[in-house]
């Protein structure tokens, strides 16, 4: 797990608000704003944070299924960025995605065998007689019968979808799976198994993971490192354990406190963290998260921080640390 999979550099997404009869831009809406990132082959890199921080945003834009505004994608040593959309569709052999909601991305119109052939088709996979084959294998894999293919999505519990979604971002073999939110919208009981299939399908084929989730149990249970999103800025980066056990930005520390936990005799000094999320139409001066932070001090107010290591691989953009603070 040495080498470097996938860097992003300075991203960033705006979104145009337009008003009057000629649709005139007065504003943006800046759910991504300027952050950077690398994956290593083979670990799961989770992002966290609240709705609307810009992480399923992130997400799309690695696909390209959401072009950025500025930054750098690059995958595999290349650079997804200045690709054309013809060579863009080939890259995505090796970049696939899980979808958030099991039941809009699924068409209920075709049968399951169809969906997940479907990539093969694009991709130029294989004869006629080994694509289907391929289907039968991978329903098996994600702990369906080769029967079910034959079988459309509304006849498949939640559960069921979401596997069936995993095996379809299976079928081209890719490098990395970038997975929004893939068991947000399923039963508690249900996600412990997919989570699981999940798990065990990166050891068998050799799978890296962006993991994207809103619940901090979840991406401690998959991740090997944790991305801490606010306001469309990485406001924290550790690994998993370093995170959890010293979380360093208030906001982690005041998401951490919100978690609970089954013995009180562990429970952390609790952090509050007051008001509403600003809208990204209008961000806060300075510190994205100073409107809210029972820290705050005057440098907040004016000086954005910067991403900075400030314990080793334990990476924060706050002002707190001496060494987020511009030079």
Request: net charge negative; proline share 6%.
């Amino acid at each position: 797990m040495t080498e470097q999979l996938l860097k992003v550099e300075g991203l960033k997404k705006y979104f145009p608000i337009k008003s009057g009869i000629f649709g005139k831009v007065n504003n943006y809406v800046k759910a991504v704003d300027d952050i950077s990132f690398s994956v290593k082959e083979g670990e799961t890199l989770g992002i966290v944070g609240e709705s609307g921080c810009g992480k399923s945003t992130t997400g799309r834009m690695l696909m390209r299924l959401l072009e950025p505004t500025e930054g750098k994608v690059t995958f595999d040593g290349q650079e997804l960025t200045s690709l054309s959309s013809n060579d863009m569709r080939k890259a995505r052999r090796d970049i696939q995605m899980v979808f958030q909601d099991p039941y809009a991305s699924l068409n209920p119109r075709h049968t399951i065998e169809k969906i997940l052939m479907e990539p093969l088709n694009v991709h130029n996979i294989g004869d006629p007689k080994e694509r289907k084959q391929k289907v039968h294998e991978f329903l098996e894999i994600v702990g369906l019968s080769s029967y079910h293919a034959k079988r459309y999505p509304h006849q498949f519990s939640g559960g069921q979808r979401q596997r069936i979604g995993i095996a379809r971002a299976l079928m081209t073999n890719p490098k990395l799976i970038i997975a929004d939110e893939p068991v947000s919208a399923l039963d508690v009981s249900i996600q412990a198994q997919v989570l699981n299939l999940m798990q065990d399908l990166q050891k068998e084929l050799k799978l890296t993971y962006i993991f994207i989730a809103h619940d901090l149990g979840v991406v401690r249970h998959i991740s090997d490192r944790v991305g801490v999103m606010y306001l469309g800025n990485m406001a924290e980066m550790a690994n998993t354990e370093d995170l959890y056990e010293k979380p360093l930005h208030p906001y982690t520390q005041a998401l951490l406190t919100a978690v609970p936990v089954p013995d009180p005799a562990f429970e952390r000094e609790e952090v509050v963290i007051k008001g509403d999320v600003p809208s990204p139409a209008n961000p806060p001066s300075g510190c994205r998260f100073h409107t809210r932070c029972p820290f705050k001090m005057d440098i907040c107010e004016t000086t954005i921080p910067i991403l900075a290591e400030v314990e080793k691989d334990h990476y924060v953009a706050c002002h707190l640390y001496e060494e987020s603070r511009p030079q």
